[in-house]
């Protein structure tokens, strides 16, 4: 008989969100989270280590702890964030003509 606490043993499930990495852009450590959010240090521990995912409540609280736009910001990335910020609101042809550019100005390199 296979025991339930070994069958997933070692095995971290993925995270959806990147609250661990905005907080260390930012210099907070998880009891600074926890103080600007409102939240206990458990919970706090369950978003960075787990990957729990925080329930509405706590999403405008960490929006504004980070100084982020918006919730979809904490599911980016810190270093995509702004990127994703640039080519927002932007034209198909805008987007395009970016991308075009950036290809020209950083070509990959090839092995």
Same mark, same amino acid.
């Given at each position: ?15 959806? *969100?990147?609250?661990?990495?905005? %907080?260390?852009? +930012? ?6 989270? &926890? @103080? ?30 980070? *100084?982020?736009?918006?919730?979809? %910001?904490?599911? +980016? ?6 990127? &994703? @910020? ?18 020209a100005a950083f070509p990959r390199r090839r092995a």
């Amino acid at each position: 008989m296979v025991q339930r606490d070994t069958i997933h043993a070692g095995k971290t499930p993925p995270r959806l *969100h990147y609250i661990r990495e905005w %907080a260390e852009k +930012r210099g907070m450590t998880q009891a600074d989270v &926890a @103080r600007k959010t409102g939240a206990d240090k458990g919970l706090v521990s369950r978003w960075f280590n787990e990957g729990v995912v925080p329930g509405e409540r706590y999403l405008s609280a960490l929006v504004e702890a980070f *100084h982020l736009d918006e919730p979809v %910001a904490l599911f +980016r990335h810190p270093d995509e964030d702004w990127l &994703a @910020r640039f080519f927002a609101d932007r034209s198909e042809d805008e987007r395009g003509r970016m991308i075009t550019a950036l290809e020209a100005a950083f070509p990959r390199r090839r092995a």
